[in-house]
């Protein structure tokens, strides 16, 4: 195995023209600058320099390899950069997001991200997890926080969350005595994620289970759109409160008890393409992972309000 320190050695002879000058920048002896050019010539099995009265000068192989030392000994510069450097990540990334958490641990993933990286650019795309997993699949994001796991062989999957649903209504909405059957609320529409998600189709398949066989349902791949109808009255929304403590506090929505299995939750992967070019999703991946934990961890131990 070629020595890198006798590659070093060769590359400053070459590069400061004698055995001298290259003992000083190396903080070594004459003696053994010729050993270490020695040994890179019997393993090389060529002549790299040629040796005179007026001195040493390359040989036209010794020119030849001098490139291919420069760039080892650059690569081990860029290494040892990247394993020092915080911010050495650079470029754009394209982030897909589901809307859900924006609303939680976003913000502060994002402000977490610019500190570790600030030379990386982000592209934040919030959209539904259909629309994220074939925007990943077709290469048009690189990462996404989705609802996951995505089924594809060439997907690596990190977990990040899970989001328990719930049945709310607003108060004008005179649902009565709880805990309320299935059936009762199936007389007001039912509100909840878009039709081609996981979420709606469990709502849908509960509903159909208590006998309610052709439930009014309307989706929507808004959050605001669902909360704005369940604040108005309009019907039963099936949503993650884990954004609406404003306005459970204030009594615009309340939770309600039902009569049903508890709903599958939200879970949530960071989910990313594997290639030569997913480091950094998975660097950022792991990342929003640890947010997420201590989120989930904070909101654990905050006493009960």
Not at 28 to 38: E, F, K, M, V
Request: charged letters at 20%.
């Amino acid at each position: 195995m070629i020595d890198l320190r006798n590659i070093e050695t060769f590359f400053w002879v070459a590069t400061l023209g004698g055995f001298r000058a290259a003992a000083e920048k190396l903080n070594a002896t004459q003696p053994a600058i010729s050993q270490r050019i020695a040994s890179l010539e019997a393993d090389l099995k060529v002549r790299l320099f040629e040796r005179d009265t007026r001195g040493i000068r390359l040989t036209a192989k010794g020119q030849e390899l001098l490139s291919h030392a420069e760039r080892m000994l650059q690569l081990r510069h860029d290494m040892q950069a990247a394993a020092v450097a915080k911010n050495v990540m650079s470029g754009t990334l394209r982030l897909g997001v589901s809307e859900t958490l924006v609303h939680t641990w976003l913000p502060r993933f994002m402000e977490r991200l610019h500190d570790a990286y600030p030379a990386l650019m982000v592209e934040i795309q919030v959209e539904t997890t259909t629309a994220l997993e074939a925007q990943l699949a077709s290469h048009q994001i690189d990462l996404a926080f989705l609802l996951g796991p995505l089924k594809d062989e060439r997907a690596e999957n990190l977990f990040l969350c899970d989001y328990p649903l719930s049945w709310l209504a607003s108060p004008k909405l005179k649902v009565g005595r709880q805990p309320v059957a299935l059936r009762h609320l199936a007389q007001w529409p039912i509100i909840t994620y878009s039709a081609t998600t996981e979420p709606h189709r469990a709502v849908r398949h509960a509903l159909h289970e208590a006998g309610v066989k052709a439930p009014r349902m309307y989706g929507s791949s808004a959050l605001s759109v669902i909360v704005r109808m369940a604040m108005d009255g309009i019907g039963t929304a099936v949503i993650a409160p884990i954004f609406l403590r404003e306005e459970l506090n204030q009594g615009e929505l309340r939770i309600l008890q039902v009569k049903a299995p508890d709903l599958p939750p939200l879970h949530y992967t960071a989910s990313w393409m594997r290639g030569p070019d997913s480091h950094v999703p998975e660097v950022v991946a792991r990342m929003a992972q640890e947010i997420a934990h201590a989120d989930s961890q904070r909101r654990a131990s905050a006493p009960p309000r």
